[in-house]
């Protein structure tokens, strides 16, 4: 079997209708003719320095040659262009001097435009403005006939009222004429208002002193409970001095009591000391100088005499012990 050997640069094609491809046929052609061709080293023959210069010269004339040749198509097409550039500056001063000439024109059909549309607007509106005023006298003239249509019914409506009120006249010679009856009947008809509106004065008078009456029996029980309450607190704490009062009462009893007795044994004290003072001073001799309330004074008198006294003891008791030593 025969090996097929892989391309390896495919042909592409392209997609699409050829016209469109064209311009990428040329443009392919362009660059492969630009490109310079290189072959492998193995085929190509080895030349000596000079064939390479003598290639080197042929190719830079050729070159020169061809760069003569662009020079002169540059210059050819230089002058085209040039000339093609003075046409257009040509072309491009006409076609100023009738833009200017045609804006001139513009402006001014602008302008007349302008004034038209603005004349236009104020008839439109003037039109729009008569045409509202118009309706508005339409309308007028349509709701003054449908006035004039009711006002006709209610006097229609209202004749036999008309009639009512002559025959009350005729009937009832106080009443001279219908307006007679109106006034009166207007007359009743604001006392009955006023009485109305004085009754339902009154009502809503009942009404707020009732709520009064009820908002100061709330507050008034609400004001006697506090009362209650307070006086339920007095009263414990009534029952709680007076428990205390009776304490320090029998308390003060007590100490009345006993400073009773503290004070008939104070007098006795008393008594006994003044008496003990007396002896004292007749035994030893003294005046009795010292006032009957002075005690100080009077056991200042006892104390030294109870010195005295224990001090002669003591004197007698040693003396003793010495006779009874010598007796011994």
Not at 37 to 51: E, H, I, L, M
Not at 136 to 142: F, G, H, K, P, T
């Amino acid at each position: 079997m025969k090996k097929v050997s892989k391309d390896l640069a495919p042909i592409a094609i392209p997609h699409g209708p050829p016209v469109e491809s064209t311009s990428e046929y040329y443009k392919s052609l362009m660059e492969s003719s630009r490109m310079v061709k290189k072959y492998p080293v193995w085929d190509v023959a080895r030349p000596t320095p000079q064939v390479l210069m003598e290639q080197a010269r042929r190719d830079l004339i050729e070159a020169d040659e061809k760069l003569a040749l662009k020079r002169e198509e540059e210059k050819a097409n230089r002058d085209l262009m040039d000339n093609k550039w003075q046409e257009l500056r040509e072309k491009e001063m006409l076609l100023k001097e009738s833009f200017i000439s045609f804006n001139k024109f513009i402006r001014e059909n602008q302008e007349k435009r302008d004034r038209a549309e603005r004349k236009m607007e104020a008839d439109m509106e003037v039109l729009e403005r008569k045409t509202r005023e118009t309706e508005a006298m339409r309308q007028r003239v349509v709701e003054m006939e449908e006035v004039k249509e009711l006002m006709e019914k209610q006097v229609q409506d209202y004749t036999i009222y008309e009639y009512y009120l002559m025959s009350v006249v005729h009937n009832y010679p106080e009443f001279k004429q219908p307006l007679d009856v109106l006034n009166r009947y207007e007359a009743l008809a604001a006392a009955k208002a006023t009485l109305a509106e004085r009754q339902e004065r009154d009502l809503e008078m009942l009404e707020n002193a009732r709520q009064e009456i009820a908002s100061l029996t709330e507050e008034k029980k609400l004001f006697i409970m506090g009362l209650n309450n307070t006086l339920a607190d007095l009263r414990w704490r009534y029952d709680i001095v007076r428990n205390r009062v009776i304490k320090w009462e029998l308390a003060l009893n007590r100490l009345k009591e006993t400073a009773a007795k503290r004070h008939v044994e104070l007098c006795h004290v008393r008594s006994a000391i003044w008496s003990l003072y007396v002896k004292i001073c007749k035994q030893k001799g003294l005046p009795i100088d010292v006032k009957n309330s002075d005690f100080e004074q009077q056991l200042v008198v006892i104390m030294r005499a109870l010195l005295e006294l224990k001090r002669i003891y003591k004197i007698a008791q040693h003396r003793s012990k010495q006779k009874d030593g010598e007796s011994m």
